[in-house]
């Protein structure tokens, strides 16, 4: 046996496996036919030394299985310019190789897992910029960039973006079951050209509107820590409080609530203010009308004429805020932002 072979067997310094432990691991990950297979391809000390190797091996952690193949596959795609296996091939073959936690690990290694944190130094850019910089993107790149953001920021962002394009975007969206690596890797040149361009600017945040949302979520009295915060800056504590009650929540609201809440807003009122509302936020105020009052709603909303948007907005805060004064004295129990509910 010549020198080379025996000095890929001994042990590395580092206690990483040698050439040889990665070929046996690998080997071992194959099933006996192509395991079988390779072995016939190898000269006899090769084979006698790898074989050896093999019989010994007993106890790997994970971490080395998977290290093992990763640096197989990345030698792999160096040296070779065949078209690499299916992310789906793949999945079969390692499950039963090494059972599917093991393989699942090594896949997400291989596929997509690196452009996570990437794409998620992206989640506090305005959906705006982001829609510019994906505009003259191919269809399909821009359903798998948006298909790796949260999907509120990729609903914000396919709204950006022109109207004509939007459903075929959806489309590819709902597509996509894997996604092959030269696809991840113009994904990851994509996402490197905004994160370059978002170094030379400022990234837009709504520190307003997460503050609400922060608050809105706390636990206890939160009229407490909006004082404890006005004390710092009330005109931001304004905007805050704004945020805090959005006309928008009125349809995650009980039928009670917007029951207790229509006694004290004429009808009128909600002729305007439901003009161009969500509509779930029409829904939860019509259906909690009995029916005389939905019907004369309704024979209201066909007399009314266009309202400019500044009555529109006016007449929701004036709501909202006959919303809160109810919250504060305790008279309705305001559910403020969506959470999961148990029958």
Known sequence: MDESVNSASAPSADGLPTPVERAAIVLLSMGEESAAAVLRCLSREELMEV???MSRMSGLKVDVVKNSIQRFFDDYRQQSGVHGASRN???RSLDLALGSDIANGVLNSIYGDAIRPKM?????VQPQWLAEHIGNEHVRMQAVFLAFLPPALAGQVIEALPLHSRDLVLVN???LKEVDRDLLIELEEVVNRCLNSLGMQSALVEGVRQAAEIINRLPGDKAQMVELLRAHDPDVVSEIETSMYDFFILSRQTEAVIT???????????VIALK???PSVRN???QAMPRRQAQSFEDMVRRSGPVPLSRIEQVRQDIMAQVKRLADGGEVDLQLFAEEVVE
């Open 51 to 53: 074989t050896q190797v």
């Open 89 to 91: 091939f793949l999945q």
């Open 120 to 124: 998620a130094r992206l989640q506090w």
């Open 173 to 175: 969206i709902a597509r």
């Open 260 to 270: 207790r809440v229509m006694e004290d807003v004429p009808l009128e009122l909600w």
């Open 276 to 278: 161009g509302a969500e």
């Open 284 to 286: 939860a105020i019509v």
